[in-house]
């Protein structure tokens, strides 16, 4: 029962979002939200599932960002007013319902001031926003690259690069591992395209921002995300998730190609609301020489679920991934990392740190595969963890499968207190209780913020870690 009205739900939301896509994206969207509506929600019973359960989203019903999008702070509206028209589609009421603007005039003042504090040094980056899955182009900075079409927001990519995305749709759509992949393509509204250009390097990093809102009811907020680099090219990226609100859901899909040579710095900061979901998948395929290197934090959730597949199919490819996770409160945040060396003379690095707290739970999975007949392979992971609290917990599990005998892999896994030797250190020198535990905290989730390898990045993202504790 509960998977048929999940089924209803999302496909009225998909008649209500309206989106305009062209006939063949509408085909293949049509076709992933039927395949995903058959399969449903992921459950405990799947090996990749077992410590986390999606029940609060199987019985929450959504709304999406579209015609009666309406900000709590404006609730009253249509009650004091009965005549008061609704605003048209994809346009919001003011704050004062004095009017209607299609850049954001009915955020909240928090979400305001969200929206113009966030982001690097000015003019030390480009900026793309979206709020609630929706491109705001008056909330972005990107211009140059958006005029040369190296970045576009999704629905100006469908018409310009249709046989890229028709073909990575296509394959995506119906991925019996990934359900939620294709519930975000069969919900397909916007999300945006990096197609870097031969030999071209992006000087200034680029900022992708996602704001979830304070809306009426809970929101199913959705984006699809290309990343293409050609040859030779290199690029630097900080994707951030800000929410706010309860109940929400954001969920995301990436498709990243790196060609030879090519070179992707990616960070992502999922600071979304402790009442809010965050689903986000991530498919990678390296080719020779290529190099990705990864900073992943998760702050905050009520559920966070990373899925990330990298197949490193030619010789050369490298790949690190660094990340920090800091559940606390109710938080769930999983994070499971499939790493594929189909190739000889590739080498992979996962370095995944975790914190948790009151009744926070946290799932670490990263499995390594080597396949047969390959050789020279570089394979490392390591995943410490503390726990501050009797109620926290922490499910880690690194896996080695090797079909060759030409490697180097290692893995280990840890789970433990602070020392309670450094704490009776630091006090016998004068310090509280409470400053010497924040003092070793801090000295252990600075690692990995210290692996960013941009500096305007790093300093961004430091002050917001460090502030957790």
Known sequence: MIKQELATNFEKLREEQGASLPAWAEAISVDALSYFNKRGLPTRREEDWKYISLRPLQVSEFSVYGSEWIPRSSRGMREEGED????????RLSPEGQGLSPEGQGLSP??????????????SSYKLVFINGKFSAGHSSCEDLIDSEILLPLNKALEKHDDLIQDVLTRLSKQQRYPLTALNIGMLQDGYCLLVPKNKIIELPIHILHVSTDIESPSYNNAFNIIRLEANSQVEMLEEHVGFGSNNWGNFTHDITLNPGSKLTYTKLQNESSNNYHTD????????????HVSNFSLRGAISRDDWEVNLNETGASCCMNGLYLPKGKDLHDHHLQINHNASYTLS??????????????VFNGKVSVAEGVKQIQAYQ???NLLLSKTAEINTKPELLIYADDVKCTHGATVGHL???????LRCRGLSYEDAMNMLLHAFVQEPVDKITNQAIKEYVHPIIQGIF
Do not use: M
């Not at 928090?110 to 003019?123: D, N, W, Y």
């Not at 690095?349 to 946290?362: E, I, N, R, S, T």
């Open 84 to 91: 008061q028209a609704l605003p048209p589609e994809g346009q």
């Open 110 to 123: 928090e979400v305001q001031k969200t929206l113009s504090s966030r982001g690097l040094t000015a003019g």
């Open 281 to 292: 998948t991530f498919f990678v395929e390296q080719k020779k020489d290529s190099c990705l």
């Open 349 to 362: 690095d996962l370095f995944y740190k975790g914190v948790a707290d009151d009744k926070g739970c946290a």
């Open 382 to 384: 390591h995943n410490p």
């Open 419 to 425: 020392d309670k030797k450094a704490l009776y250190y």
